[in-house]
C-alpha cells in the first residue's frame, strides 16, 4: 500500500463522509471513491460500508483505520526526526500543558543546563490532547502526561510525581469553608466526567476526573474521546469539559470554554466545578479556593518518549528530572515516592 493510499482511507474514516474527505483532501470526490475501491479489492475485503445513509467502517475497515494511523504517524515522524537531525543547532523539545509538570520543570531546566550531554530546550505548550501527538509525529523529543488519563502505547515513561485531587470552586461555594470533600458532595453541582479507559463500556457510568482519556493511540488534531455528564448530573445542566488546558469543552447553555482560563470563568460563574491535580493551585485565580478531594483518583505525572530513542541528551533530562522529582516529593509530607517501584535503569532505554 502507497501512503497517498492510506491518507486517502484515513480521511474518509475520520469523516465517514467521501464528500466532506474529498474537501479535506483537496481533490475531486470521484477520485478518492475510486482510490477506495481499488484498496478493497486489492486488500480483498471490504472497508467501508456505503448500504444505509450514512457511511460506516466494516471490522475490517476499522482494524486498517487503526494500523493506517500508525503508518502515517510513523511517516510523518521519520520525515519531523531527519529534518531535526539535520539542523546545525540542535535542541531537545519538551511539551507539556500548562501547569501540566508538577511545578517540577523550573529546577529540571536549571539542573539540567549543567549536565555534559544538555542540549538547549525548547518548551512547547499546548493542549491535552496535543502532547502525545507531538511525540508520536516527531515533532517533541519528551512530554509531560498524566497517568491513568493518557494513553501511553508506544512510549517508554518515567513516573515523576503522583497527586492528589482537588475541586476548584467559587469562595462563595457552600464547599469552600471545608477542609476536605468527596466525590459525592460534588453530586449537586454540574462537575466534568470522563468515560473511565479501564472498564469495556465506558460510556455506562460517568465519574470526576482531573484528566480526559486520549482516544485510541492515534490522534488526528485536539479532539479528545466521549465528554460527557451522566448519573446524577444527567438531568442537570449538561456540561462537559477539559480540566485545565483541555482544547475545547461545551455547556448546554451556549457558553464554549477552550482553555484553563475559560473553565476558571466557568467554575466562577458558579456553571461548573473542576476537579483537576492538586499542582494545579498555582494556576487559580484569587476568587476561587481550591478544596482537596480525599477520594480522587491519583494522577501520576510522567515523563513520556518514544520507545528505542538512543538520545544522551534525553537521557539526560530524564536522569535530572527523576532527580529533582524525589528531591521535591520528599519535601511534601505524607507524599507517596513517585517512581519508587519503577525508576530502577528506566532512563537508561535512552542511552
Not at 535542541?91 to 542540549?119: F, M
Not at 497527586?163 to 469562595?171: C, F, L, N, Q, S
Not at 473553565?263 to 476561587?288: F, H, N, T, W, Y
Amino acid at each position: 500500500m502507497e501512503t497517498r493510499e492510506l491518507a486517502y482511507f484515513a480521511a474518509v474514516a475520520e469523516e465517514l463522509h467521501f464528500g466532506r474527505a474529498a474537501a479535506r483532501l483537496g481533490i475531486a470526490q470521484p477520485p478518492l471513491s475510486r482510490a477506495i475501491q481499488k484498496l478493497e479489492r486489492r486488500l480483498g475485503v471490504t472497508l467501508f460500508d456505503r448500504s444505509g445513509r450514512r457511511v460506516a467502517l466494516t471490522p475490517a475497515g476499522e482494524v486498517l483505520a487503526r494500523e493506517a494511523a500508525k503508518a502515517l504517524d510513523a511517516v510523518a515522524a521519520a520525515e519531523h526526526r531527519t529534518r531535526r537531525a539535520g539542523r546545525t543547532e540542535p535542541r531537545l523539545v519538551v511539551a507539556l500543558k500548562p501547569g501540566g509538570d508538577g511545578a517540577l520543570l523550573p529546577d529540571i531546566l536549571a539542573a539540567y543546563q549543567s549536565c555534559p550531554d544538555a542540549l538547549p530546550v525548547e518548551v512547547v505548550l499546548c493542549g491535552v490532547a496535543e502532547r502525545a501527538r507531538l511525540l508520536r509525529d516527531g515533532t517533541a523529543d519528551v512530554a509531560f502526561l498524566h497517568r491513568p488519563w493518557e494513553d501511553m502505547t508506544g512510549f517508554d515513561t518515567e513516573p515523576l510525581l503522583v497527586e492528589g485531587g482537588v475541586a476548584v470552586v467559587p469562595a462563595r461555594h457552600p464547599l469552600a469553608g471545608r477542609p476536605f470533600v468527596h466525590l459525592a458532595d460534588l453530586d449537586a453541582d454540574p462537575t466534568p466526567r470522563w468515560p473511565d479507559p479501564r472498564t469495556p463500556n465506558p460510556g455506562a457510568s460517568g465519574r470526576h476526573a482531573s484528566e480526559p482519556h486520549v482516544s485510541g493511540p492515534h490522534v488526528s488534531g485536539p479532539h479528545v474521546s466521549g465528554p460527557h455528564v451522566s448519573g446524577p448530573h444527567a438531568s442537570g445542566p449538561q456540561v462537559a469539559s477539559k480540566s485545565l488546558g483541555g482544547s475545547e469543552s461545551h455547556v448546554a447553555a451556549g457558553l464554549r470554554a477552550g482553555d484553563a482560563a475559560q473553565i476558571m470563568q466557568l467554575v466562577a460563574l458558579g456553571r461548573l466545578i473542576a476537579v483537576v491535580p492538586e499542582s494545579a493551585k498555582e494556576q487559580v485565580r484569587r476568587d476561587l479556593v481550591c478544596v482537596p478531594v480525599v477520594d480522587a483518583a491519583p494522577t501520576t505525572v510522567v515523563l513520556a518518549w518514544p520507545e528505542q530513542t538512543r538520545s544522551a541528551a534525553l537521557a539526560a533530562f530524564v536522569r535530572t528530572a527523576a532527580d529533582i522529582a524525589k528531591v521535591a516529593t520528599a519535601s511534601i509530607a505524607g507524599a507517596d515516592v513517585a517512581g519508587d517501584t519503577e525508576d530502577s535503569g528506566r532512563w537508561d532505554r535512552t542511552g
